[in-house]
């Protein structure tokens, strides 16, 4: 199994350590409660060096992010980020991931951990035609997650970063201890954030300066439920590749006023026809909590989907999940039910958008 | 007298009635515990045998009865403060069980082996 620059911190800190996306990961290290809570009030810190980066360059560099990705980078100003999608012909999702344009001749790719070998394969595989170069650099990053109402001051104040300048979804590249860092202000926790992309050594540091400080070490429980709470689907639960993101409920991703990029066709003729099963938002009626793989039943106790993630929602104190199901009962307030082990609890549709996200527009 | 099932619950045995709960190990493994599922009064349960669950942020786990009996009583407590089981696992118990079979008490760990599990599980 991998382990990130980091490990041997994790480990000496007492964190509870888990396999994630084939890195040994730290799950929690105070709590998964008190870790989310210091997020969505103050601030913490993820180490988030699995995910994987990309370095996309050559002249048709734009052409190409655009031919693989669902959304439209067309235009787009130069140090902006945009999430999406890559998708089979058929319309399920290879990977969502974060692209950042440099320039129009240079784009960052940021996909999942799990996915990174299939991700370059199919990157290389679908460059055919195109002047590109693709450089797999996972290996050569760690990276770190600052993220809360906080994360601005902690930058300024314990690392030395100024990102006043940064808005939502933009991101610069600065020299830090004469090093190329590359620092966005996005995030995975519907809160304001930070990532911090540098070498092994430097993202160390910059960990150990931001432990020294007191900053809360948060785990990837917490990030899973933050990212939940905030309505962000998870590869490997609201996306598959047997998942279109029509029927995962993320289309305003999927942009189909652009020429063509792969799964173009499909996605556009569930959008015209209507999808037959959509993810949706689940609030249980009940003392019981929704796990993902559970049952979710119609009125009449028939199957009519499963659930993708659940939690006892530790910012709204409620218990809610997402959930797979016949498109037939997705409106909003419809009535349905859910099955916990023995038991079946009522359950109604609601906005998957259970937490509004705090970020900095 | 304590004994443990390898799946970490425990049988305090006073008598003819064993108090079932979840060891501190299995408690400190878990973290917050924000719903425990228990059978009702009346209920019968059988060892080995899951009995109901017991829910932390992440996850559910199942809990096995570590011995057969009917439920005479079920922690009420823990319906509205399942934390408690945080706080002291050996004080807050989740079922009491009238054992119809106590000599099913001897196939579990005792302190001593469960102790050496638990080790063993660290490493």
């Known amino acids: 199994m991998k382990e990130t620059c980091l490990h041997s911190r994790h480990v000496a800190r007492g964190a509870q350590m888990s396999p994630f996306g084939g890195f040994d990961m730290p799950i929690q290290y105070d709590g998964i409660v008190e870790e989310h809570n210091a997020v969505r009030l103050h601030v913490g810190v993820f180490d988030v060096s699995h995910m994987g980066e990309v370095l996309i360059s050559g002249p048709d560099a734009e052409k190409y992010v655009n031919h693989i990705f669902t959304n439209d980078l067309t235009g787009a100003p130069d140090r902006t980020i945009y999430y999406g999608m890559m998708l089979y012909p058929e319309g399920g999702v290879v990977d969502d991931l974060l692209v950042y344009k440099r320039n129009d001749r240079e784009f960052f790719l940021v996909p999942n951990a799990a996915n990174i070998d299939k991700d370059v394969d199919w990157m290389m595989k679908n460059a055919e035609g195109f002047d590109v170069k693709i450089d797999h650099l996972s290996d050569r990053y760690g990276e770190l997650a600052v993220q809360g109402p906080e994360s601005e001051d902690t930058l300024r104040k314990v690392l030395g970063i100024d990102c006043s300048d940064l808005t939502f979804y933009t991101f610069k590249d600065i020299v830090y201890e004469g090093e190329d860092v590359i620092v966005s202000r996005t995030g995975y926790t519907g809160e304001d954030g930070f990532e911090i992309y540098a070498s092994h050594d430097l993202t160390c540091r910059l960990w150990d300066r931001l432990m020294d400080a007191g900053v809360q070490p948060c785990g990837l429980g917490c990030r899973d439920t933050l990212r939940f709470e905030a309505g962000l689907p998870l590869y490997g639960d609201e996306l598959t590749d047997e998942v279109t993101p029509i029927e995962a409920g993320f289309g305003m991703f999927v942009k189909l006023d652009k020429p063509e990029f792969i799964g173009k066709e499909a996605c556009a003729r569930q959008k015209a026809e209507g999808v037959t099963r959509k993810n949706v938002g689940l609030e249980l009626q009940g003392n019981a909590i929704p796990r993902h793989g559970y049952e979710v039943l119609n009125a009449e106790g028939e199957k009519i989907g499963e659930i993708t993630t659940g939690y006892h929602s530790i910012t709204l104190d409620k218990n809610i999940a997402m959930a797979l199901i016949d498109a037939r009962y997705s409106k909003l307030g419809t009535e349905v039910q859910i099955r916990v082990r023995r038991k079946v609890f009522p359950a109604v549709v609601v906005k998957k958008r259970f937490y509004t996200p705090n970020y900095k527009k | ?123």
């Open chain 2, 1 to 123: 007298m304590i004994k443990y099932l390898p799946s970490h619950e425990y049988a305090r045995v006073e008598g003819n009635v064993a108090y079932v709960g979840i060891s501190p190990y299995a408690a400190a493994q878990l973290g917050n515990v924000v719903y425990v599922d228990m059978p009702e009064q009346g209920d019968d349960v059988t060892a080995g045998e899951d009995f109901g669950a017991i829910e932390s942020v992440k996850a559910a786990s199942d809990l096995f009865a570590p011995v057969s009996g009917a439920v005479i009583e079920a922690n009420e407590e823990l319906i509205d403060n399942p934390r408690l089981v945080n706080e002291d696992p050996l004080k807050h118990w989740i079922i009491k069980v009238e054992m119809t079979d106590p000599s099913e008490l001897d196939a579990l760990l005792d302190q001593e082996a469960y102790d050496a599990l638990c080790a063993a599980e660290k490493h």
